[in-house]
T-cell receptor, first 113, second 117 residues
Framework: KAGVTQTPRYLIKTRGQQVTLSCSPI?????VSWYQQTPGQGLQFLFEYFSETQRNKGNFPGRFSGRQFSNSRSEMNVSTLELGDSALYLCASSRGGHTGELFFGEGSRLTVL | AQTVTQSQPEMSVQEAETVTLSCTYD???????LFWYKQPPSRQMILVIR??????QNATENRFSVNFQKAAKSFSLKISDSQLGDAAMYFCAYRSATQGGSEKLVFGKGTKLTVNP
C-alpha cells in the first residue's frame, strides 16, 4: 500500500515568488493535514481538509492557502514568499474518523533565498 | 489553547538500556488523545504509541510504553531494550476530542534521542 506522497521533495525559491506543494494521501484516506516544521518554531499546524472542505486552520497569514480535490489529493500554496517561509512542509492523511492516527509523508523542503 | 512541553531537547541511551522521555501538556479539556511520534533522519514521522485520556490503563506497544498521569498532565514515553534504530526525534502531541472531528495535532518541540552502541 503506497504511503503519503509529497512533491516536490526539495525546492528553492526567491523572495516574492509563490510555490505550490502537492500531497497524495493514502488510498481511501479522506482527511489531509499540513504542518510546517522549522528548527525555531517546531511543528505548527497549517490547515486540515476533509472531503474537499477545510475543517480547521492554523494561525498563519493569508499567504498560506490550500485546497483538496475530489480524489482527496491536496495542494498548498504560499504566495509572496518570505525568508521565514523556509521550512519542511509535512502532509499527513487519515481516514478522517476518530482513530487519531495520522500518516505522514516525507515532506517538501522549501528554501527561500 | 493547548500547549505541549518537552523539557529534554536531547537524550542519549546505551543500546539495550531503558530511557524515558518526558512530556507535559496544558489543557482545560477532559477528553483528548495523546501521542508519541518518531521522526528518524529520513524525516517521515511515524506513530509510536497513542493514549486516550479516558483510559486509565497506560498504553504499551512492544518495547514502548507510556506513563500517563492525567491529573499531573504528564505523558512520558519509556523505551525498553533500546536499539540503534530507535535513534530519532521524538515528538509528543495532543489532540482534542471535542473539535468537531478535526484531527489537528499540537506538538511539543521534540527530543532528539541518540542510541550509543
Amino acid at each position: 500500500k503506497a504511503g503519503v506522497t509529497q512533491t516536490p521533495r526539495y525546492l528553492i525559491k526567491t523572495r516574492g515568488q509563490q510555490v505550490t506543494l502537492s500531497c497524495s494521501p493514502i488510498s481511501g484516506h479522506r482527511s489531509v493535514s499540513w504542518y510546517q516544521q522549522t528548527p525555531g518554531q517546531g511543528l505548527q499546524f497549517l490547515f486540515e481538509y476533509f472531503s474537499e472542505t477545510q475543517r480547521n486552520k492554523g494561525n498563519f497569514p493569508g499567504r498560506f492557502s490550500g485546497r483538496q480535490f475530489s480524489n482527496s489529493r491536496s495542494e498548498m500554496n504560499v504566495s509572496t514568499l518570505e525568508l521565514g517561509d523556509s521550512a519542511l512542509y509535512l502532509c499527513a492523511s487519515s481516514r478522517g474518523g476518530h482513530t487519531g492516527e495520522l500518516f505522514f509523508g516525507e515532506g517538501s523542503r522549501l528554501t527561500v533565498l | 489553547a493547548q500547549t505541549v512541553t518537552q523539557s529534554q531537547p536531547e537524550m542519549s541511551v546505551q543500546e539495550a538500556e531503558t530511557v524515558t522521555l518526558s512530556c507535559t501538556y496544558d489543557t482545560s479539556e477532559s477528553d483528548y488523545y495523546l501521542f508519541w511520534y518518531k521522526q528518524p533522519p529520513s524525516r517521515q514521522m511515524i506513530l509510536v504509541i497513542r493514549q486516550e485520556a479516558y483510559k486509565q490503563q497506560n498504553a504499551t506497544e512492544n518495547r514502548f510504553s507510556v506513563n500517563f498521569q492525567k491529573a499531573a498532565k504528564s505523558f512520558s514515553l519509556k523505551i525498553s531494550d533500546s536499539q540503534l534504530g530507535d535513534a530519532a526525534m521524538y515528538f509528543c502531541a495532543y489532540r482534542s476530542a471535542t473539535q468537531g472531528g478535526s484531527e489537528k495535532l499540537v506538538f511539543g518541540k521534540g527530543t532528539k534521542l541518540t542510541v550509543n552502541p
